[in-house]
Nanobody
């Protein structure tokens, strides 16, 4: 129905950068917002950043000034530019989107499969 495919995770040293991408495909009438969550081992999933189609964005306090979220509405893709990475940023990062799949449907939440980000000290 709707798929969110993430890419760009990996291993990086502290202070380094990574860029995550997430492309949405399938039956999509409307998609808003799009964003990123992360989950540390043993913890609940937490919001990292979310982007609204009008251009506004919000961030977790822990990533403000280091991470930047952006989206390409034509490509139904959301990006997360992560700079000055810290070991505590190590987590599985999940793409999120709220989607309307048909003209008579409400909005539903969809998740990507997750991509591992590991920051070594």
């Amino acid at each position: 129905q709707v798929q969110l495919v993430e890419s760009g995770g990996g291993l990086v040293q502290a202070g380094g950068s990574l860029r995550l991408s997430c492309a949405a495909s399938g039956s999509i009438i409307e998609i808003n917002p799009m964003g990123w969550y992360r989950q540390h081992p043993g913890n609940e999933r937490e919001l990292v950043a979310v982007a609204i189609s009008g251009g506004s964005a919000s961030y977790a306090d822990s990533v403000k000034g280091r991470f930047t979220i952006s989206r390409d509405n034509a490509k139904k893709t959301v990006y997360l530019e992560m700079n000055s990475l810290k070991p505590e940023d190590t987590a599985v990062y999940y793409c999120y989107a709220r989607v309307r799949v048909g003209p008579f449907h409400g909005m539903s939440d969809f998740w990507g499969q997750g991509t591992q980000v590991t920051v070594s000290s």
